[in-house]
């Protein structure tokens, strides 16, 4: 028999600092606290957004996030509901360097980005349906509109090379590029104040595109190393 509601622990307010890192970090200790299990629902939107004192985009990042490490699922009209067991413990584990310097952490991103990236644009050139390439080109559509008009594009590129991992309909390429997301956010946020890093990589994402398009995993692998040595050589020169 599910536990009475009323007999659940509370959800605190949050200091006005890291919002949404704190909203996921407060539903993940809840949830532990609560006991909740695979199949129970959380409390709705509006319940969390007054018990936390945040705002619905807040609670949507945060939800958007358990989703991407397949922990929860969003049912229209039901709710938000818990599809594995989560701790604060183990939902959010970031990253740690050692280095110091911008460049090298960059250059250390990149190394595990070569990785990921150049399977990840493999698996999806094979694995790949009509929906997954039209969201594909939708993405790199708009990636292509803002970098025209502004030079550079940011929160745009991430968008495309997630709707990439979504395509490999593996879930644990979205999983580790959450968990990398602080490090690897640092190549869509113009390392050195410059707009135009790896701006020279931009054609390659059309033609890594095509690549997934026509279900050719060794054009797709070729492409994006091309992307990733543009980077490589920003980060080298822009850094001397």
């Given at each position: 028999?599910?536990?009475?509601?009323?007999?659940?622990?509370?959800?605190?307010?949050?200091?006005?600092?890291?919002?949404?890192r704190?909203?996921?970090?407060?539903?993940?200790?809840?949830?532990?606290?609560?006991?909740?299990?695979?199949?129970d629902?959380?409390?709705?939107?509006?319940?969390?957004?007054?018990?936390?004192?945040?705002?619905?985009?807040?609670?949507?990042?945060?939800?958007?996030?358990?989703?991407?490490?397949?922990?929860?699922?969003?049912?229209?009209?039901?709710?938000?509901?818990?599809?594995?067991?989560?701790?604060?413990?183990?939902?959010?584990?970031?990253?740690?360097?050692?280095a110091?310097?911008?460049?090298?952490?960059?250059?250390?991103?990149?190394?595990?980005?070569?990785?990921?990236?150049?399977?990840?644009?493999?698996?999806?050139?094979?694995?790949?349906?009509?929906?997954?390439?039209?969201?594909?080109?939708?993405?790199?559509?708009?990636?292509?509109?803002?970098?025209?008009?502004?030079?550079?594009?940011?929160?745009?590129?991430?968008?495309?090379?997630?709707?990439?991992?979504?395509?490999?309909?593996?879930?644990?390429?979205?999983?580790?590029?959450?968990?990398?997301?602080?490090?690897?956010?640092?190549?869509?946020?113009?390392?050195?104040?410059?707009?135009?890093?790896?701006?020279?990589?931009?054609?390659?994402?059309?033609?890594?595109?095509?690549?997934?398009?026509?279900?050719?995993?060794?054009?797709?692998?070729?492409?994006?190393?091309?992307?990733?040595?543009?980077?490589?050589?920003?980060?080298?020169?822009?850094?001397?």
């Open positions: 028999m599910p536990a009475d509601p009323s007999d659940r622990p509370r959800i605190e307010p949050l200091p006005p600092i890291d919002r949404a704190q909203v996921t970090e407060a539903v993940a200790s809840y949830i532990d606290r609560a006991n909740l299990q695979a199949g629902r959380l409390p709705a939107e509006r319940e969390l957004m007054a018990a936390l004192a945040v705002g619905r985009s807040t609670i949507r990042e945060a939800i958007r996030h358990f989703q991407a490490l397949g922990v929860m699922e969003s049912r229209k009209g039901s709710g938000t509901y818990l599809l594995k067991p989560v701790t604060s413990a183990t939902v959010h584990m970031p990253l740690s360097f050692d110091i310097h911008l460049r090298d952490v960059l250059l250390q991103t990149l190394e595990v980005r070569r990785g990921i990236e150049c399977e990840a644009g493999m698996v999806a050139a094979k694995r790949r349906t009509q929906e997954d390439v039209a969201t594909i080109e939708e993405k790199l559509n708009e990636m292509e509109r803002v970098h025209l008009a502004k030079g550079t594009s940011g929160p745009e590129d991430l968008a495309f090379h997630l709707a990439i991992y979504d395509a490999t309909h593996n879930p644990l390429f979205k999983q580790l590029l959450e968990q990398m997301r602080g490090a690897f956010e640092r190549f869509w946020e113009k390392p050195f104040n410059r707009p135009d890093f790896a701006r020279r990589s931009f054609p390659f994402h059309r033609t890594l595109f095509n690549a997934i398009a026509a279900q050719d995993p060794e054009s797709a692998r070729a492409e994006t190393l091309k992307i990733l040595a543009v980077v490589e050589e920003d980060i080298k020169d822009m850094s001397q």
